[in-house]
């Protein structure tokens, strides 16, 4: 019967969000509307804690993005872990993103333009950002496996050889389209709602592709000509003065629905159960979710509900909690007494016995329509991973 109703659930979502399409992303925010391409993706960056406007009531999509914001952005959905000391003579120990640029650069994110410079306040051309996404997904080892990039592009010689495999990747993948239908434009600089399109991408699901209902190209729509490189090179010198920073969140936004993954710690061999919790809990009736871990280094043997969500919402979770396992929680109604933050799941987890010191890391996401409230509309949680840190006795 639950299934039933969640099928219907879905169904009516579609209608549902027609419906919402009237409604404004943040009602002060006086340059986003409605009808703007980004305006889903807006609304997901700003709900889930991942850019702020420009000022109260601007977000500014038409603004540059910096090096240092894209990687504070990435630093922050891990859960700002540590790292260690920075390196680059042009990154300040008390600059926001100082920490993020020296977990990225540890984790083979980003380089620096030179051993000493990562030029943080540069703006981000196309190819970097595409360049960054597809070294983080390396890192949180997700499926990579897709990358072409059709021949009908005429700037597709322009992308710089460090660049080529990552652009064909992003865009085989969704996570990055054309600025036409016949350019890429990889020198360009990232404008901010293109930003905000990439990172809903990539967290709501690599290859889960947004369609804006007219046959072409969401960053192309941008309501101007692309922001060009003046030198027209990688953006290594010269550049932009870097926005505001209130562009980016410079901190765990207060009653943002959020999803953390909790770190363990762990020994070779070692049984470890990885908690995931729910924090301001918007009324989640049902939802599903999808894990990416290194199989290599851990096996998921079992999962159980949570505390949070048993008695309103039954789990099932797939046969095989392989890589790409995916739980769907559902239920009938929730009541007010129902809506509980707290643990909604735990995966027991064995660390195989050959497994090298360092992280494995825990990844949930989800994708458009998988969390829906108890008026069957579609709401977005923000999700920080885990992971569980592997350390030889």
Known sequence: MKK???????????CVSLLLMG?????????????DWFYKDVKYVQENGLMNGTSGTEFSPDGLTTRGMIVTVL???EGEPDARENSFKDVGANAYYCKAVSWASE????????EKHFVPDNAATR???????????VYKNYGLSKQSLPDSYSDKDQISAYAVESFEWAYANGIISGTSDKTLSPKDYVKRCQVAAILKRLCTGIGAKEADGSGTSQESQSGGSAVTNPSGSSGATGGNAAPPQSAVSTGQSAGVPTISVKDVYATPGDEVS???EVKNNPGILGMALTVYYDEEKCTLQSVKNGKALSGALDLTPSKSLGNGARFVWD?????????????????????????????CPITLKYFDGDILNNDLEE?????ENGNIIIKSE
Request: hydrophobic share 45%; glycine share 6%.
């Open 331 to 359: 239920g009938i109604e929730i009541t007010d007494e129902d809506v509980r933050d707290g643990e909604i799941l735990i995966m027991n987890f064995k660390v195989k016995d050959n497994a090298p010191d360092g992280g």
């Open 75 to 77: 630093w922050r959905l």
């Open 107 to 114: 984790n083979k994110i980003v380089t620096g333009y030179d």
């Open 4 to 14: 039933t109703i969640a099928v219907l659930m879905t169904m009516l979502l579609l």
């Open 127 to 137: 190819e970097q950002i595409a360049t960054i996404m597809h070294r983080y997904s």
């Open 274 to 276: 990885v908690a995931v």
């Open 379 to 383: 709401i977005y949680l923000r999700t």
């Open 23 to 35: 409604t404004s992303a943040k009602e002060d925010f006086s340059d986003v509307s409605a009808s």
